[in-house]
């Protein structure tokens, strides 16, 4: 039941994620208004709790769940899933730190800043479709190390 109870929560964590990311995305845009700056600001707290949450569970998940730690660390795809689950969270600082630049600025960024934020949150989707890919190669085995 912990499998079960660990790997429905690990997806729907990762959902989840994968749509705030999908939000932002959306609201940062040339002519953000204030309110604007104000609402990813708030969104982005939930990318990086959800983000903490995912590696607790994701962990929680190797060690105890049902195929254990050493089928996950000899696997290759294993650690090109957290490579890249890393790649977009340092990816995910620069939008993180403008948003809280523009909200203690009191200003709405203007159109470079936008697509400085947009380049990173647009390299972070593309990213984020390679970890179901890593993900299901895993689970069925591929990739075993050694």
């Known amino acids: 039941m912990l499998d079960l109870t660990l790997a429905i ?4 964590l990762v959902f989840g994620l994968f749509g705030i990311l999908f939000a932002e995305l959306i609201l940062v845009r040339p002519g953000m208004d204030k309110q604007a700056v104000t609402r990813v ?29 050493f089928y996950y660390s000899h696997n290759a795809f294993f650690w090109a899933k957290l490579g890249t689950f890393a790649v977009i969270g340092l990816l995910s600082v620069p ?9 203690r600025a009191d200003i709405v ?3 470079a800043q936008v697509r400085n934020a947009q380049r990173c949150l647009w390299i972070e989707v593309v990213l984020f479709a390679l970890l179901p890919a890593f993900a299901a190669a895993m689970a069925r085995g591929y990739g075993e190390i050694g």
């Open 41 to 69: 600001g708030r969104i982005d707290l939930w990318y990086g709790a959800l983000a903490g949450l995912i590696i607790v569970v994701g962990f929680s998940r190797a060690i105890f769940a049902a195929k254990g730690w």
């Open 9 to 12: 929560a690990h997806h729907l």
């Open 95 to 103: 939008p993180t730190i403008a948003y809280i630049a523009w909200r």
């Open 109 to 111: 960024p203007n159109d």
